[in-house]
């Protein structure tokens, strides 16, 4: 019975501690099978923030090459 405006306080704060440059996009997956899909995940965050191009590539994939220490 959640709604996508529900996590907009959580979101925003992780973005605030954190900053943009250290967030990395992950989610409970199949646990959040009992409330949603994971694409109900994926909206909850997406529309949630409002991102740059350049910020969405770092919180789905950049951020944690960078901090992995990962090459592709």
């Known amino acids: 019975n959640w ?3 529900n996590f907009k306080p959580y979101i925003d704060h992780c973005i605030n501690v954190f900053g943009k440059d250290k967030i990395m ?3 409970d997956w199949p646990v959040c099978l009992l409330a949603g899909s994971y694409n109900d995940v994926y909206r909850a965050l997406i529309e949630n ?3 740059t191009e350049k910020e969405l590539e770092d ?3 950049n951020n944690a090459l960078r901090f992995y220490k990962l090459e592709i």
Do not use: A, D, N
């Open 25 to 27: 996009f992950g989610s």
């Open 49 to 51: 923030i409002s991102f």
């Open 3 to 5: 709604k996508i405006e």
């Open 59 to 61: 919180l789905f994939g």
